[in-house]
């Protein structure tokens, strides 16, 4: 009997994403056997090439303070390896190379790698150097992936992909999709489980 399939919508830059995705993720995958299949979800898809500084959609606010919370919710979830940024990144481009590390059969290694960049390394992923290491670290060839981050082939990827998560009324990440159940955010193993209807 096949395994049921988990779709799960999540952004590079989404600090829940990363805990999520460093957590209960594999771990639902694991206990239940489950498909995982991934969908990129632009978070902030008005934000210009270059991205802009956080305090620019958390405005006022004390980014330590912010920063120090996150850090103590990761560690809430085993999650300690973990550094917010303090500058918003456009995902795009990163989003139409994890397309082309799809169709590689890569798409694995290279999120990982891409999240890593963001909150493990503090880099910038729309950056060609930042993505020619995420390719280095996924086994993919840096100057194929750099190409791919521009070609409009993937980049209608990443719009249809958006396109198809707006119509199902998805507008917040993690989203995780089972059947016709659905969750969203990053909340403990156990409620994920009831939500999902894996409880029991």
Same mark, same amino acid.
């Given at each position: 009997?096949?395994?049921?399939?988990?779709?799960?919508?999540?952004?590079?830059?989404?600090?829940?994403?990363?805990?999520?995705?460093?957590?209960?993720?594999?771990?639902?995958?694991?206990?239940?056997?489950?498909?995982?299949?991934?969908?990129?979800?632009?978070?902030?898809?008005?934000?210009?090439?270059?991205?802009?500084?956080?305090?620019?959609? &958390?405005?006022?606010?004390?980014?330590?303070?912010?920063?120090? *919370?996150?850090? $103590? +919710? @990761? #560690?809430? =979830?085993?999650?300690?390896?973990?550094?917010?940024?303090?500058?918003?990144?456009?995902?795009?481009?990163?989003?139409?190379?994890?397309? &082309?590390?799809?169709?590689?059969?890569?798409?694995?290694?290279? *999120?990982?790698? $891409? +999240? @890593? #960049?963001? =909150?493990?390394?503090?880099?910038?992923?729309?950056?060609?150097?930042?993505?020619?290491?995420?390719?280095?670290?996924?086994?993919?060839?840096?100057?194929?992936?750099?190409?791919?981050?521009?070609?409009?082939?993937?980049? $209608?990827?990443?719009?249809?992909?958006?396109?198809?998560?707006?119509?199902?009324?998805?507008?917040?990440?993690?989203?995780?999709?089972?059947?016709?159940?659905?969750?969203?955010?990053?909340?403990?193993?156990?409620?994920?489980?009831?939500?999902?209807?894996?409880?029991?």
């Amino acid at each position: 009997m096949s395994s049921q399939v988990l779709y799960l919508y999540t952004d590079f830059v989404c600090p829940f994403c990363f805990i999520a995705e460093h957590s209960t993720v594999p771990r639902l995958v694991k206990d239940h056997g489950l498909t995982l299949e991934w969908h990129g979800f632009e978070l902030h898809p008005g934000t210009p090439k270059g991205g802009l500084p956080l305090t620019s959609l &958390f405005r006022g606010a004390n980014l330590p303070a912010l920063h120090a *919370r996150t850090k $103590a +919710f @990761a #560690a809430g =979830f085993g999650v300690v390896d973990f550094e917010p940024q303090d500058w918003l990144h456009n995902t795009r481009r990163a989003l139409a190379a994890a397309e &082309f590390a799809r169709d590689q059969g890569r798409l694995d290694p290279f *999120r990982a790698a $891409a +999240f @890593a #960049a963001c =909150f493990r390394q503090r880099l910038d992923i729309e950056k060609d150097e930042t993505l020619a290491k995420m390719a280095e670290a996924a086994g993919l060839p840096s100057d194929a992936l750099i190409r791919a981050a521009d070609d409009p082939t993937y980049l $209608a990827r990443v719009d249809a992909r958006q396109a198809q998560a707006r119509k199902m009324g998805i507008t917040g990440i993690p989203t995780f999709v089972l059947g016709d159940r659905r969750a969203v955010g990053c909340q403990p193993y156990e409620q994920l489980e009831r939500q999902l209807g894996l409880a029991g």
